[in-house]
Every structure is written in structure tokens, then in C-alpha cells.
């Protein structure tokens, strides 16, 4: 029913900077919520930054004011501004989203997009 399409991933030296983005489409009423997760082999999934419809956000704690999430509810797409990258950055970021369909009484349900790599060196 729906796809979430990444993209701006890549390698970067620590201390630059790298802009992801999400686009989501499909048979798609609205997205409550979407964001970031990452994950680093042997590790478990972790949140990278959240935020709803109505704007409220949530950012991981080793986010510590480098990552910015922001979102274009209208086009349903999501967009991470990541500055100051660390090494510790280095992980497979997934787009998620809260999907509510467009079909009638559906429940909402949880999407994620493939993931794109981002590789920090330093």
C-alpha cells in the first residue's frame, strides 16, 4: 500500500554534514508520524528522531543538538539534517512512518523505507 523511498546517504569525513530524505507514496490517507531509526550490526535498532503531523518531535540522546528532523506533512516526506558527524554515526538509517490508509476503516500500521548507509571516517 505504501512505499518510503530514501535518500542522501554516503561517506563523509567526521565533522561534515549529510541531508536524508523520505518521500512516501501510495494508497496513503495520512502519516502521523514519521522519522528516523538506525542500526549498526550486532545492535539493536535505535531513534534517531521522530515527528507528527502536529510537529512535535523527539530526538535520541546521542543527537545532542547536531541532527535536525523536519517534515513536509503535505508530501509526506521527512527530511534529517545531520552536522558535526561523529564516527559513532556510521549506520544503516531507516525512514519510518505511521501509516493511515486510505481505505475505510483501516487500521494505521508501522512502514520502513530500505535504509540508506551512512559511513562517518575519520
Known amino acids: 500500500q505504501v512505499a518510503l523511498v530514501e535518500s542522501g546517504g554516503g561517506l563523509v569525513q567526521a565533522g561534515g554534514s549529510l541531508r536524508l530524505s523520505c518521500a512516501a507514496s501510495?494508497?496513503?490517507?495520512?502519516?502521523?508520524?514519521m522519522g528516523w531509526y538506525r542500526q549498526v550490526p550486532g545492535k539493536q535498532r535505535e531513534l534517531v528522531a521522530r515527528?507528527?503531523?502536529?510537529?512535535?518531535?523527539v530526538y535520541g540522546d546521542f543527537v545532542k543538538g547536531r541532527f535536525t528532523v523536519s517534515r513536509d506533512t503535505a508530501k509526506n516526506t521527512v527530511y534529517l539534517q545531520m552536522n558535526s558527524l561523529k564516527p559513532d554515526d556510521t549506520a544503516v538509517y531507516y525512514c519510518?512512518?505511521?501509516?493511515?490508509?486510505?481505505?475505510?476503516?483501516?487500521?494505521?500500521?508501522?512502514?520502513w523505507g530500505q535504509g540508506t548507509q551512512v559511513t562517518v571516517s575519520s
Open positions: 519510518y512512518g505511521l501509516v493511515r490508509p486510505l481505505k475505510f476503516g483501516s487500521n494505521e500500521y508501522d512502514a
Open positions: 501510495g494508497s496513503i490517507f495520512s502519516i502521523n508520524r
Open positions: 515527528i507528527s503531523s502536529g510537529g512535535s518531535i
